[in-house]
């Protein structure tokens, strides 16, 4: 199993990040005040990363498509499909090494393994949904290109207007 990023193992630290990276805070900023807070501060790449994961979900939720509910479910999702490779990996060796599986352990892989199922068809609609969003977004960039086109004569200031709506609809 891949070791885990730091933000994942330490859940003050990725609140802390988001909080930071919400309130308008640069990378620089974020990574000097986690470093203040926690000993094993994760690096400003690695920061930069986990925030780069999670804008999509943010930019659903300001969009009023997803609830913090729902990130928290894709969140813990991760964390279970990780959870549920461990515990099937201590299966597996605990068969090889007695010839046995322990039906506790088993239940609690099945357990995890359907949690895990049921997050990801979660995250998969979340997903469907962001595709959603974008395909609109970018038809709702090209009918402004187009009325812009036909309002605006000189090819420079249509060019500047069209780049800054496209920097407003992507946020």
């Known amino acids: 199993m891949p070791r885990r990023a730091k933000l994942e193992t330490t859940p003050e630290a990725a609140r802390k990040a988001v909080e930071l990276w ?8 974020i ?19 986990f925030l ?3 804008k999509p979900f943010f930019q659903l939720k300001d969009a009023g498509l997803i609830t913090d509910e729902d990130l928290d479910l894709l969140t813990q999702s991760q964390v279970l499909a990780s959870m549920a490779n461990g515990l099937l990996m201590q299966v597996l060796v ?3 090494e007695n010839g046995k599986i322990d039906p506790d352990k088993l239940r609690l892989f099945l357990d995890l393994l359907r949690s895990a199922a049921q997050m990801s068809r979660a995250a998969a609609g979340v ?3 962001r595709t ?3 395909r609109h977004t970018e038809e709702i960039f090209e009918k402004v290109a187009r009325a ?4 605006v004569e000189d090819p420079e200031v249509r060019e500047k207007v069209l780049a ?8």
């Open 31 to 49: 990574s000097q005040s986690l470093q203040m807070e926690f000993p094993e501060a994760p690096s400003r790449s690695a920061i930069h990363r």
């Open 127 to 129: 997903e469907r949904t």
């Open 22 to 29: 919400r309130q308008g805070k640069t990378l620089d900023e």
């Open 132 to 134: 959603q969003l974008i």
């Open 148 to 151: 812009v086109a036909r309002a």
């Open 164 to 171: 800054s709506v496209k920097r407003e609809l992507a946020g």
């Open 52 to 54: 780069q994961k999670l």
């Open 94 to 96: 605990s068969w090889r």
